[in-house]
Structure formats: C-alpha cells, structure tokens
C-alpha cells in the first residue's frame, strides 16, 4: 500500500503559479511512478502529467506543456506540480496518483493504469 498526500492547492488569479506536493509513504518510493491528474464537477478523471522513478523522463498532456513541471525527491518521499501562467480552465481539484515501476516514459494517461491515489487538493483559478 501507498498512502499519497498532497498539499499546496488555493486560489489565485488568472497568470498566478501555485507549488503542489504529494508526500507519499508505505513504499519503496524510489521504485513508484508519480503522475497528477484533475478533476471538475460532473467530469472524467484528466491526466495532467507523470514522472518516472529517477525523474529522467517525464509526460504531459498537450494542455499544460511548457506551463507545468513536474519533478520529484526521492529523499523526501515527495513529487511535485509546479504550475506557471495558470487559467481559469485549470481549475480543478488535482489529484496525486502512484504506481510500481521504475523504467520507460510514464505514458500513463488513463486513471485505471494507477494502484494509488490521493484525496486531492483544489486549484482555483480566477479571471
């Protein structure tokens, strides 16, 4: 079992940047892919982006490149969201997700290809 808890969600105004971390614990953590998915009302799960487990190979949805960044500490057991120039269409609560595995591109953008996952934080983004 993998217990993820994330943190650094708010609200802020449309071009702001928020910081979200995703602590996990119960596992090796160096041998787990970390991704982060959002969420809006009456919506699918969105894959948002993923990391493998040394953090030398990342993905993102077409959406968020070259405005989100995500990396990670293996010694602090945490992965982060680092998201720049946000909009309103990013409003969402954002989830935290983990699955074994250390090699490839973590090309894993459908929610049922993650064992774990986070209870969420909310992003707001206002225009």
């Known amino acids: 079992q993998v217990q993820l808890v994330e943190s650094g969600g708010g609200s802020v105004q449309a071009g702001g940047s928020l910081g979200l971390s995703c602590t996990a614990s119960?596992?090796?953590?160096?041998?787990?892919?970390m991704g982060w998915f959002r969420q809006t009302p009456g919506q699918e799960r969105e894959f948002v982006a993923a990391?493998?487990?040394?953090?030398?190979?990342?993905y993102y949805t077409d959406s968020v490149k070259g405005r989100f960044t995500i990396s990670r500490d293996n010694a602090k057991n945490t992965a982060y969201l680092q998201t720049n120039d946000l909009k309103p269409e990013d409003t969402a609560v954002y989830y935290c997700?983990?699955?074994?595995?250390?090699?490839?591109?973590?090309?894993?953008?459908?929610?049922?290809?993650?064992?774990?996952w986070g209870r969420g934080t909310q992003v707001t983004v206002s225009s």
């Open positions: 997700a983990a699955k074994p595995g250390i090699g490839g591109i973590p090309q894993y953008v459908r929610e049922d290809q993650w064992d774990f």
């Open positions: 990391i493998n487990w040394i953090g030398s190979s990342t």
């Open positions: 119960g596992r090796d953590f160096t041998a787990t892919i």
